[in-house]
T-cell receptor, first 115, second 118 residues
Framework: AQSVAQPEDQVNVAEGNPLTVKCTYS??????LFWYVQYPNRGLQFLLK??????LVKGSYGFEAEFNKSQTSFHLKKPSALVSDSALYFC?????????????FGTGTKLQVIP | GAVVSQHPSRVICKSGTSVKIECRSL??????MFWYRQFPKQSLMLMAT?????????EQGVEKDKFLINHASLTLSTLTVTSAHPEDSSFYIC??????????????FGDGTRLSIL
């Protein structure tokens, strides 16, 4: 079964410091990996994805993620955190089953950026 | 681009009422639409996946007769919560994808509907 794990329920980081939100995956075949962000009482917003190619993927709002096949990880990173980055972050794996797209989300990590 | 509109954003109604939530892809054709339910401080729970022109695929434990999903066109899917009860109160989120079976397309989400049943 395809799955993703987000081991941290919450990550606290000081404003201006680098941030990392962790995600590991378990898939058969080549993974399609995504990061989404959710602000309070809103739907999710797509940040970035890894399909193939360069292991370092750049996305919206200065976020990037590094695909590591040997460690089966896809951690989300940002060099300098902003207070406005405080939100709920979801890692997801996408695959096709029976000709249709299926997506499995992680449990989410709450990022708190402290001024 | 890739905007998904979900309405209404908030519904408060009496127990026993049926509630319809609409999800529209405004600037793209959605081959697949997803309906999620999210409890406070919890992850998304996939309820069902709907593909245009075919019946929705419900996840295990989701009552088909309770949560009616229609995906009549490539830009519109609806979720109807029939005879809603307080335990149906939740945050419902839809998403749409242009994926055609490869798995590599992102989902685009609506802003969710806060359903409160009194």
């Amino acid at each position: 079964a395809q799955s993703v794990a987000q081991p941290e329920d919450q990550v606290n980081v000081a404003e201006g410091n680098p941030l990392t939100v962790k995600c590991t995956y378990s898939v058969s075949g080549n993974p399609y990996l995504f990061w989404y962000v959710q602000y309070p009482n809103r739907g999710l917003q797509f940040l970035l994805k890894y399909i193939t190619g360069d292991n370092l993927v750049k996305g919206s709002y200065g976020f990037e993620a590094e695909f590591n096949k040997s460690q089966t990880s896809f951690h989300l990173k940002k060099p300098s955190a902003l207070v406005s980055d405080s939100a709920l972050y979801f890692c997801a794996v996408s695959f096709h089953s029976g000709g249709y797209q299926k997506v499995t989300f992680g449990t989410g990590t709450k990022l708190q950026v402290i001024p | 681009g890739a905007v998904v509109s979900q309405h209404p954003s908030r519904v408060i109604c009496k127990s026993g009422t049926s509630v319809k939530i609409e999800c529209r892809s405004l600037d793209f054709q959605a081959t697949t639409m997803f309906w999620y339910r999210q409890f406070p401080k919890q992850s998304l729970m996939l309820m069902a996946t709907s593909n245009e022109g075919s019946k929705a695929t419900y996840e295990q434990g989701v009552e088909k007769d309770k949560f009616l999903i229609n995906h009549a066109s490539l830009t519109l899917s609806t979720l109807t919560v029939t005879s809603a009860h307080p335990e149906d109160s939740s945050f419902y989120i839809c998403s749409a994808s242009q994926d055609r079976g490869q798995g590599g397309q992102p989902q685009h989400f609506g802003d969710g509907t806060r359903l409160s049943i009194l």
